[in-house]
């Protein structure tokens, strides 16, 4: 099992994806521009008490990751296709899980694949 979020503390690792093998501890931080992130058997998971805080005013802190089963780190970019669509968690602007265009509440949604590309996460 695997918790993946984009790391937001200051620091060495500000704004890189962060991924956590959760049997084992181990972290490792990747630059969004050079690696992609295939994740297998996710879900999306959000504290939701904690964002609606953030929605009102309070300090950012850790309140949402993508659970997954799997995943593969690669230097080589996944085609984006007319039919892919992205997912966004900002909890300043919607304190849930959202798609592109800051509609719908995907919190604890499940997907058999997502991945990133950038600072993107994406799925069919």
Known sequence: ?????FHLA???????WQV?????????????????IA???CKLRNQKATA???????????????ECEKVLITKREIPESPIDWELRFNPRIKPQWTDGSGEGDYDNQEFDFLWTKGRKILTT
């Open 1 to 5: 099992m695997y918790k993946v979020r």
């Open 10 to 16: 200051q620091g060495e690792n500000f704004m890189k």
């Open 20 to 36: 956590k093998n959760v049997r084992t501890g181990d972290v490792e931080y990747l630059e969004p521009e050079k690696y992609t």
């Open 39 to 41: 994740m297998h058997v």
């Open 52 to 66: 609606e805080k953030i929605n009102e005013g309070a300090n950012k802190t850790v309140c949402a990751w993508i």
